[in-house]
């Protein structure tokens, strides 16, 4: 007998012709009444397949009681309570080694845009400045810069590799040091202080709530940029516009937001922002692989092996 998913969200064709073809597939995220149908099949599923932003809490498990395992298709599982999941002994799977490059590829991209100001250079053009006004104003270049890495995890890892390209010198702040070729700082506030950019790219969740506060934000600098690729919420954002108002910090470039798919409308009216509607692993490729991982974990944990990604949970 084929194992019971439960899908909470669809996945990309690929991967639903091979759920669909390997699994006793149940749609939970197509029932017209949640509760009916949980009623009918939630007794005999195994395994769920979602995206983070599914929540997945106590209510939902209570009426899982054979509940295995939950097969995450993004980096991030922000809504789920993965302490209801430990205290049951479930296991959690993530897709983060599958968007890992193109997130860092974004990372950069951002902290090279917002360095340079190109949206702000892109518009000089666009409203006849360059031909009224002349050259854009001069601004220094990447080389000799120092970049400071919020989470030297997998993504982490990629953008200090990626930064090495530009000719920058990066440090990171991490809960733990790790044996990378970088400065380790184990204070915030000084990891900001001593970097031009910082880049944050560390899990979302209350556990990282405003980590980046008003005194980080502020030791950055006037002519610092910060570059958010982790989650709206890991930033305090009325600190962040405060501080880009009143000249305290220089530049922020956003791909996540508190409140998404809203963004703040007082970061669009500032010229030294660069926005983007969270893009970071938005490729064909990288959603492909993402889904195709989130089943792999399946495949993996009902054959015995072991899994791909596994998040480790507290128990």
Same mark, same amino acid.
């Not at 974004?106 to 009224?132: K, N, P, T």
């Not at 530009?166 to 400065?183: D, K, L, M, P, T």
């Not at 501080?243 to 791909?255: S, V």
């Given at each position: 007998m084929k194992p019971s998913v439960l899908m909470l969200a669809p996945a990309r064709p690929s991967a639903m012709e091979r759920l669909a073809r390997d699994y006793d597939l149940l749609r939970l995220d197509e029932a017209e009444d949640r509760d009916a149908f949980l009623d009918r099949h939630g007794a005999t599923c195994r395994a769920i397949v979602t995206h983070g932003h599914k929540t997945i809490d106590d209510a939902l498990l209570d009426r899982l009681p054979a509940l295995e395992i939950v097969s995450c298709s993004s980096?991030?599982?922000?809504?789920?309570?993965?302490?209801?999941?430990?205290?049951?002994? !479930?296991?959690?799977?993530?897709?983060?080694?599958?968007?890992?490059q193109e997130?860092?590829?974004?990372?950069?991209?951002?902290?090279?845009?917002?360095?340079?100001?190109?949206?702000?250079?892109?518009?000089?053009?666009?409203?006849?400045?360059?031909?009224?006004?002349?050259?854009?104003?001069?601004?220094?270049?990447? /080389?000799?810069?120092?970049?400071g890495?919020?989470?030297?995890?997998?993504?982490?890892? /990629?953008?200090?590799?990626?930064?090495?390209?530009?000719?920058?010198?990066?440090?990171?702040?991490?809960?733990?040091?790790?044996?990378?070729?970088?400065?380790?700082? %184990?204070?915030?506030?000084?990891?900001? /202080?001593?970097?031009? !950019?910082?880049?944050? !790219?560390? %899990?979302?969740?209350?556990?990282?709530?405003?980590?980046?506060?008003?005194?980080?934000?502020?030791?950055?600098?006037?002519?610092?940029?910060?570059?958010?690729?982790?989650?709206?919420?890991?930033?305090?954002?009325? %600190?962040?516009i405060t501080?880009?108002?009143?000249?305290?910090?220089?530049?922020?470039?956003?791909?996540v937001f508190a409140s998404e798919p809203e963004a703040d409308p007082r970061f669009a009216a500032m010229a030294n922002v660069t926005l983007s509607p969270h893009l970071g692993s938005a490729t064909v490729e990288s959603r492909e692989a993402m889904s195709a991982l989130m089943v792999d974990n399946l495949d993996a944990h009902f054959a015995g092996r072991p899994l791909l990604s596994e998040v480790a949970l507290a128990r």
């Open positions: 980096a991030g599982y922000d809504a789920f309570d993965v302490d209801a999941l430990a205290r049951r002994g !479930i296991r959690l799977t993530n897709a983060s080694p599958a968007l890992a997130v860092a590829d974004m990372a950069m991209l951002l902290a090279a845009a917002g360095w340079r100001r190109l949206v702000e250079a892109d518009a000089w053009v666009r409203s006849g400045d360059w031909a009224r006004q002349g050259e854009f104003p001069l601004r220094r270049g990447l /080389r000799g810069r120092t970049l890495i919020v989470g030297m995890g997998t993504i982490g890892q /990629r953008v200090a590799d990626l930064a090495g390209a530009f000719g920058v010198n990066v440090a990171y702040w991490n809960r733990s040091e790790r044996q990378v070729e970088a400065v380790y700082h %184990a204070d915030l506030v000084d990891l900001a /202080r001593a970097s031009d !950019i910082l880049i944050v !790219i560390v %899990a979302g969740g209350e556990g990282t709530r405003h980590l980046i506060s008003a005194p980080v934000i502020a030791a950055l600098g006037p002519e610092g940029l910060l570059v958010n690729v982790a989650r709206g919420s890991v930033v305090d954002e009325e %600190a962040l501080a880009l108002q009143d000249g305290t910090l220089g530049a922020a470039a956003l791909d």
